[in-house]
């Protein structure tokens, strides 16, 4: 208790530079608590720093100021550190979007980080020593997380109960609390630990014995259910494996049909019933291409639906409004469409769009415009299957919002292109590590030349 208390007494105790390094470090060493590393007891430890550091900032002359800035350079550490995969989609086309990877991610990293730093100084400004700081903190930070997962489409990438993605028994406590639920109390678990740094125990023992009921009560709940299997259907999950950047040029369009249709159609024994493709699977237009659709058509006459992941467009008064879709085809004809309705910021829509237009930045899907967003959950029937809510990627992320009011699924589909976040070969980053310094180094001098200052300090290096 003497080493934990000394630790306790410097993390308070530390100044300038050394303390927003310090919250930057407990902010990236909690990502660990995340797929793939699963090390959950790392979030929870950097709960119980921030903690601290909200501690030391009431010594301070501007105590909510410094608990605001510990919360978002924790928040930053964070979310810079569980964003990293983002950058490889500006990788795809890198000549074009490589410079872009500092301004995409460390901008909304820096933006999500705002609602922890609001976190911290709400509750600093109502810090008080002993157990009930402790309490403040966790609760304004799951507000704090509620409002990420909402305002402005919402963002809820990385909540504190996904830290528990290691552990299905924790996780069944997603049915009673809800994915916010659990995040306040794995905020409270985490926060608790800081008191071990004045020898309380108390409460930290407590949020221990609770999470330890909540694993092995969904250990008994995982082992207790039942498996059911539908009979008749035969499942069918094809992933091309396809390059990005080779999914669409037209040298390899039919390199790439074919080998949707070899794998969805080819093998020994019994035909699948369901073929499931994945996002934006055809590498073109459905609508416009009769040839493909006469195969859509021949391969669901003989028994098989498909779902599939495709790009659709409508007529709009002034241009063509792009979708994001799923299709579901049946005897020879389409017979559901659904389209996405979580859409991804950077890559299908420009948030902010005139201030990052300014800067040169452009969404990532190369489309007129933004893609536009569907109505939200459904519930769709499936020809030879039970009824099913789709989904297309990033809509996962959100808490009681993929699964329609109206009518309960009895399964979930998600289609995904995981094509875009998927580590390039070593050479092609190298060369597009490169040309992206060329294109920073650029788009920072243009910039620079826009500012009176700037352009004085240009033209006196110049002389």
Not at 153 to 180: D, E, K, R
Not at 224 to 235: A, C, E, G, K, Y
Request: hydrophobic share 50%; proline share 7%.
């Amino acid at each position: 208790m003497n080493r934990l208390a000394a630790a306790g007494a410097f993390v308070r105790g530390l100044k300038g530079w050394r303390r927003a390094l310090f919250a930057f470090a407990m902010g990236l060493v909690s990502v660990l608590a995340y797929a793939p590393f699963g090390l959950f007891p790392f979030l929870l430890l950097g709960f119980a720093s921030l903690v601290l550091l909200i501690d030391g900032a009431q010594g301070h002359r501007h105590p909510i100021r410094s608990a605001a800035f510990a919360g978002w350079m924790f928040g930053f550490g964070l979310f810079a550190g569980g964003l990293y995969w983002i950058s490889y989609a500006f990788l795809v086309d890198a000549e074009a979007h490589a410079w872009q990877i500092p301004f995409a991610v460390g901008i909304l990293s820096a933006g999500m980080a705002i609602y922890g730093a609001a976190a911290a100084a709400a509750s600093s400004a109502l810090w008080r020593p002993g157990p009930s700081r402790i309490f403040l903190l966790a609760g304004f930070y799951a507000i704090g997380e509620w409002l990420r997962g909402h305002l402005l489409t919402g963002f809820p990438w990385n909540l504190p109960a996904y830290g528990w993605g290691a552990s299905l028994g924790v996780m069944q406590s997603n049915a009673l609390f809800g994915a916010y639920g659990v995040s306040l109390l794995t905020v409270l678990f985490g926060a608790s630990l800081a008191t071990l740094a004045d020898r309380k125990w108390r409460v930290p023992a407590a949020m221990a014995a609770l999470f330890a009921v909540l694993w092995i009560a969904g250990d008994i709940r995982l082992a207790l259910s039942d498996h059911t299997f539908i009979p008749n259907v035969r499942l069918r999950v094809v992933q091309p494996d396809i390059p990005q950047d080779e999914k669409f040029p037209l040298r390899y369009r039919d390199r790439n049909w074919h080998t949707l249709m070899q794998m969805s159609v080819g093998g020994t024994g019994p035909q699948p019933t369901l073929v499931i493709w994945p996002e934006s699977a055809p590498p073109f237009l459905l609508d416009g291409q009769p040839a493909a659709l006469d195969d859509i058509a021949l391969m669901t006459t003989r028994g098989s639906a498909l779902i599939t992941g495709a790009v659709r467009v409508e007529p709009g008064e002034e241009r063509p409004r792009f979708f994001n879709s799923l299709f579901v085809y049946a005897n020879g004809q389409r017979v559901a469409t659904f389209d996405k309705f979580h859409l991804v910021p950077f890559g299908e829509y420009l948030p902010l769009e005139p201030f990052f237009h300014a800067l040169g930045i452009d969404k990532l899907v190369d489309s007129p415009g933004n893609f536009t967003a569907g109505d939200g959950p459904r519930t769709l029937d499936i020809p030879g299957a039970p009824p099913a809510s789709p989904l297309i990627c990033y809509e996962v992320l959100f808490p009681g919002a993929v699964v329609s009011g109206e009518r309960r699924p009895g399964w979930i589909v998600n289609v995904t292109d995981d094509s875009w976040f998927g580590p390039l070969r070593r050479a092609r980053v190298s060369t597009s590590f490169r040309r992206a310094c060329v294109r920073l180094r650029k788009a920072f001098r243009s910039f620079a030349r826009r500012t009176p200052v700037s352009r004085r300090l240009l033209t006196a290096k110049a002389v």
